[in-house]
């Protein structure tokens, strides 16, 4: 019930294309979902977030579809680019404002010039 | 912004000694920071949450005893290795509870990074 899964664990993208990413979750009680860009020796970096009241939200190239009713969401990212090749985790709240995340498995994403 | 650091970057160290890795929370107080590990193309396995004030909360299967957290001001967080081994070789991550306002949601931002090589 604790359990975050992401798909794919790998993607290759055309640059200019759309990539997309996407996670399930079983408990209902999960309140917030980010996502996190992680580059190869870095710290993983909040890319975006969404509360399970909204069903999208954009910021710039990126957007989180959530459907609630089907525990699913996912990551889009438009017109992919090479500096956007990283390792991207889903990721889902539990206990409370300042609880912990789950963490999904992870999705590298290669964008080809 | 919400900055979260890390000290040291890297360290290497001799089986048998402890290391200590800082965590701070730059422009913000964290009440609240975590402590992660991850292995080479895995993804995070939280080990701990560490309380201001409070003693951390270990997740199952994490010893206590050798991963020692004390979060002794709002913005400090430490874990120190104690009697590491060579599988104790990984990269320790922390992160911090933040949020812009009181009406915000918290938002978790994470530090840099720390590898951790045990000869």
């Known amino acids: 019930q604790q359990q975050v899964k992401q798909s794919p664990q790998s993607l290759i993208v055309q640059k200019g294309g759309i990539s997309i990413i996407n996670c399930a979750y079983e408990?209902?009680?999960?309140?917030?979902f980010p996502w996190y860009q992680q580059f190869p020796g870095k710290g993983p970096a909040l890319l975006i977030a969404?509360?399970?009241?909204?069903s999208e939200k954009k910021e710039g190239r990126f957007t989180i579809s959530f459907n609630k009713s089907a525990k699913q969401f996912s990551l889009h990212i438009m017109d992919s680019q090479p500096g956007d090749s990283a390792t991207y985790f889903c990721?889902?709240?539990?206990?409370?404002?300042?609880?912990?995340?789950?963490f999904g498995k992870g999705t590298k994403l290669s964008v080809k010039p | 912004g919400a900055v979260v650091s890390q000290h040291p970057s890297w360290v290497i160290c001799k089986s048998g000694t402890s290391v200590k890795i800082e965590c701070r929370s730059l422009d913000f107080q964290a009440t609240t920071m975590f402590w992660y590990r991850q292995f080479p193309k895995q993804s995070l396995m939280l080990m701990a949450t560490s309380n201001e004030g409070s003693k951390a909360t270990y997740e199952q299967g994490v010893e206590k005893d050798k991963f020692l957290i004390n979060h002794a001001s709002l913005t400090l967080s430490t874990l120190t290795v104690t009697s590491a081994h060579p599988e104790d070789s990984s990269f320790y991550i922390c992160?911090?509870?933040?949020?812009?306002?009181?009406?915000?949601?918290?938002?978790?931002?994470f530090g840099p990074g720390t590898r951790l090589t045990v000869t």
């Open positions: 990721a889902a709240r539990a206990g409370g404002s300042q609880g912990n995340l789950i």
């Open positions: 992160s911090a509870n933040f949020r812009a306002s009181l009406v915000s949601s918290y938002e978790q931002y």
């Open positions: 969404i509360r399970p009241d909204v």
């Open positions: 408990n209902t009680a999960f309140d917030y």
